[in-house]
């Protein structure tokens, strides 16, 4: 009982002392690794930006920094009704600039138009998706030909949280996740081991061809 409400608060975080204690724990926990993210996917001044599953929001503050160009813009999608409008307040200067856009959303349905995003970043996020490959093909769908897909994840971490059931069925096995990837459309795939200071994590990239 007590892994699958874990489970359940963060995959959607709702507004409770569980839900508090879980955004806590994200900020600490996946500052570094977001940060990564952004950096990984090579962020480009007037590139239009998508991350999945925003949280609270630190991807979304880092890439916003080096989106300078009258261009750049940043999109933030989060399944969590509570995650969404909380970041929605807090960065409430990025979204009133139209730097930023803000939809609670199935990663699986977003309200974007076809061939608008040119990067798309997520930490710690696709093993939470029911259907792999529903939630790759729309991530193909939204992506400029030639666009680049960057996701982070403490890998031993997701093996821990799988085995005390926080995460069920095998959608948290980064091969699964790259199939569905292979399967939308997605080319040049591979996972790359890398550090951030002194902590390991996995990096998977993929390609939109189109």
């Not at 998706?129 to 769908?141: F, N, Q, S, T, V």
């Not at 996972?191 to 390609?207: C, L, N, R, S, V």
Request: contains cysteine; charged residues 20%; aromatic residues 10%.
């Amino acid at each position: 009982m007590l892994a699958e409400a874990i489970g359940k608060h963060l995959r959607c975080p709702r507004k409770s002392v569980t839900g508090w204690m879980v955004i806590l724990w994200l900020k600490a926990h996946n500052r570094n690794l977001e940060a990564s993210a952004v950096q990984l996917a090579g962020v480009q001044p007037n590139d239009t930006v998508l991350e999945l599953g925003h949280g609270p929001g630190l991807g979304l503050q880092s890439a916003a920094k080096l989106l300078t160009g009258p261009k750049g813009h940043i999109i933030g999608v989060d399944y969590s009704e509570y995650m969404h409008k909380r970041v929605k307040r807090q960065l409430k200067n990025l979204v009133v600039s139209g730097k930023l856009t803000l939809h609670h959303c199935d990663v699986a349905a977003m309200p974007l138009e076809d061939n608008t995003v040119n990067k798309v970043f997520h930490s710690n996020c696709y093993y939470y998706w029911p259907d792999l490959r529903k939630g790759a093909k729309e991530i193909h769908r939204v992506m400029k030909p030639g666009g680049l897909m960057v996701t982070v994840l403490y890998l031993y971490e997701v093996e821990n949280i799988a085995a005390k059931w926080f995460v069920s069925g095998d959608n948290w096995r980064p091969e699964n996740y790259m199939s569905a990837l292979s399967d939308s459309g997605f080319t040049d795939i591979r996972i790359e081991d890398t550090t951030h200071g002194y902590k390991p994590f996995q990096a998977i990239y993929a390609i939109a061809n189109k």
